[in-house]
Every structure is written in C-alpha cells, then in structure tokens.
C-alpha cells in the first residue's frame, strides 16, 4: 500500500472546566466562613458554608493557577478537592466551572441523583490583575480578541470564551497549533505567538469559499472555493501556504491524497486520504453555489480518475515524512461553522470579548520558523 507524505492529527476538545494562567502564585491568607475575602495579589481566598453537616469550603482564585475549592471536615482536614485539572468530585458533591480572567463558579449538592446543584462565584480577582504582564491580545477578523500568554519558549497559550466560559484552549508545545470557534478557522504560532484567523465561509459575487480540516491534521487546513469556474481545493499548512492544489482541469493530486469528484457537476466534493492502496476518501461537499449563478463549460479532458498514487517522499517545510496515528487512522470528523470572508493578523491591547458558541477542533503542526 503506497503512502503519502503526511503529520499526524491530534485532536482534542476543549472543554469550559479549563481557565488560563499566566503568573507566579502568590500566598494566600483564609478567611472564616462569612467574612470578606482575603487577598494577597492575585491569589484570593474565601471559606463558606458546605451543604454537608459540620463542614465548610475553602473556595481559591489563582491567576496562575485558577480555581480550587476544598471540602473540609470539622477539624480543618482537607477531604475532597476539585480545581481546574480535576474539575468535579461527584462522590464529596462539589464541582466547578472556570473561566478566564479569574472568574469560576462553585457547585455543591448534599446527594446526589437527581438533587440540584447549589452554585456561587468564586471570589473575584483584583481588578489590577487583568493587566497581565506577559499577556498580548490579538484582534480576530470577527472583531473580538483572544489573549495570549507566553508560559516558555515556544509555549504559547490562546483561550476562547463563550458566555463567560472558556470554550476553546490553544497551547502550543514547540509546535503550531489551530482549531474552529466562532465560524473562524483560527491558527496560534508556536514562535511568534501570533494568532491568525479567517472567517471558514464566505461570498463574493459567485464565489463562495468554505475552510474545512485537512485529515493530514498537524495545523493543516483545506480551503475549498466554488465559483462559474467551478471548483478547487488547496492544502494549506499552519501558515496558509498552499501545499497542493485541486481543481477542474486536474482534479487529483496523487501525492497529497487530494481529489475532486464531479468537478464537472453542480456538487463537486472533495476527497482526502492519507494513504494510497485501498484505503478510502474521505469526503467534504463544495459549498454550493449562489442562486443565479452557473457553472461556465467544463475544461477540457477532465481527468475523472485517480493519478498513480507514488511512495515519493514529500519534503514539507524542511520536515521528514512522518506516519499518522489516532484520529487520522480512526478517521475522526470535524464540524465547523460561520460566514463571512476574509484574514487578518493582528496585535491590539484589550479585553477577551465572549461571541457565538461552536464547535471545536484542535490540531497541531511542526512549528514553524518564520
């Protein structure tokens, strides 16, 4: 079976039980359960009540290191905890749920099953520590911004919020890393710490554009346009350069395990795999095309089958050709959504602005040197 130059897909969902950090923890002071919170920097501390008989709760804000409550009997003794890393403990009844810039909600319940779940803020952090040193924001071609702190050389970390919850984390680890949110196919560079985005759909006259994930994954991307030309696809990496292309009048690219079927018809979809033989495409619809608008006469001697799958090593970036794993040979879906056209790079102070819920795929590539 021949095989194609390829990275492997790392997917993951992020999930709301995730909040970001940026500094050094600071130590903290308790306070009796009914008094004002206690604060030192930007770590608070705050003690309540427990829905259980004869014990109480130690609620913790951390910038560095986010929320944290824990469950104490009548001695003081710490039973139960849950923070960021370890969000619920349904056997003590506690859980929470974090955000970014140190906001966090409390839940407990004194059974479980059916038994509703009392809720309270976390104690907020001072309102100078929204002002993080090492903390640049980046305008994103929605018009919201995303923060993003350096956590080390090469690690670099982007949240995404909706409704005040974190739903969409980007870390980088020495590698660009992209994913979906808010109808953008958004791209944080593992050097720089740049994010790039663009809209994944958009209209121009009688062109219309849809940005898809590529089963190559590793940041890799798949633009798909759809015009009175008909249609095209390019493979795109981390950077938006395009690595191959696809269209009516060669509509196979033999190395890369990119096709188009019907580029002749009014819907074209396209094909992806990672390996040649008989191992199967994956396929994605053209979005269509505007009412009004019409294919022009198909290019001639349109190639309908697939080129000669090769084992000639693609060079990608300076990179070697490596094996996918997981998602890619488990053939994992990706859903993605919004509208509107355009890229943008670009760096401006401000707040994490909440928009419009998705979903989320997180993928990561070589990082790159430019």
């Known amino acids: 079976m021949s095989t194609y130059a390829r990275t492997p897909l790392r997917a993951a969902i992020a999930t709301a039980a995730l909040a970001g950090a940026l500094l050094a923890p600071a130590a903290a002071f308790a306070a009796t359960p009914g008094q004002a919170p206690a604060t030192t920097s930007c770590h608070v501390t705050k003690s309540v009540a427990s829905e259980r008989l004869g014990m109480t709760v130690t609620l913790t804000n951390d910038l560095a290191d986010g929320p944290k409550a824990e469950l104490k009997d009548g001695n003081g003794k710490v039973v139960a905890t849950v923070d960021r890393a370890h969000p619920t403990d349904l056997s003590a009844g506690i859980k929470l749920e974090a955000a970014t810039g140190g906001k966090a909600v409390f839940?407990?319940?004194?059974?479980?099953?059916?038994?509703?779940?009392?809720?309270?803020p976390f104690p907020a952090?001072?309102?100078?520590?929204?002002?993080?040193?090492?903390?640049?924001?980046?305008?994103?071609?929605?018009?919201?911004?995303?923060?993003?702190?350096?956590?080390?050389?090469?690690?670099?970390?982007?949240?995404?919020?909706?409704?005040?919850?974190?739903?969409?984390?980007?870390?980088?680890?020495?590698?660009d890393v992209d994913g979906y949110v808010h109808g953008m196919h958004v791209v944080l560079n593992a050097t720089t710490g740049k994010v790039t985005s663009e809209f994944t759909d958009g209209r121009a006259g009688c062109t219309v554009?849809?940005?898809?994930?590529?089963?190559?994954?590793?940041?890799?991307?798949?633009?798909?346009?759809n015009s009175?030309?008909?249609?095209?696809?390019?493979?795109?990496?981390?950077?938006?350069?395009?690595?191959?292309?696809?269209?009516?009048?060669?509509?196979?690219?033999?190395?890369?395990?990119?096709?188009?079927?019907?580029?002749?018809?009014?819907?074209?979809?396209?094909?992806?795999?990672?390996?040649?033989?008989?191992?199967?495409?994956?396929y994605t619809a053209f979005p269509k095309l505007p009412a009004g608008c019409a294919n022009t006469a198909p290019a001639k001697n349109p190639a309908t089958t697939p080129a000669t799958v090769v084992n000639t090593p693609v060079q990608n970036g300076g990179q070697t050709t490596v094996v996918p794993k997981g998602?890619?040979?488990?053939?994992?879906?990706?859903?993605?959504?919004?509208?509107?056209?355009?890229l943008m790079i670009a760096g401006a102070a401000g707040a994490v602005v909440a928009a419009g819920a998705g979903v989320f795929v997180l993928r990561r590539r070589a990082g790159s040197t430019n």
């Open 327 to 342: 998602a890619v040979a488990a053939g994992a879906e990706f859903k993605q959504g919004g509208e509107g056209k355009g």
């Open 107 to 120: 839940f407990q319940r004194s059974q479980g099953g059916d038994t509703a779940w009392k809720s309270q």
């Open 125 to 175: 952090l001072p309102k100078e520590c929204a002002a993080t040193p090492g903390v640049v924001t980046y305008k994103l071609v929605n018009g919201e911004t995303v923060a993003v702190g350096k956590l080390g050389t090469g690690h670099y970390r982007a949240e995404f919020v909706t409704n005040g919850k974190v739903v969409l984390i980007l870390t980088t680890g020495g590698e």
């Open 209 to 225: 554009t849809k940005v898809v994930p590529s089963v190559f994954g590793a940041g890799m991307s798949v633009k798909l346009t």
């Open 228 to 282: 009175v030309q008909g249609p095209k696809a390019v493979l795109r990496d981390a950077s938006l350069k395009a690595l191959a292309t696809a269209d009516r009048a060669h509509p196979v690219d033999g190395r890369y395990g990119v096709r188009i079927d019907g580029a002749n018809t009014a819907t074209p979809k396209l094909g992806q795999r990672t390996q040649g033989g008989t191992m199967p495409y994956r």
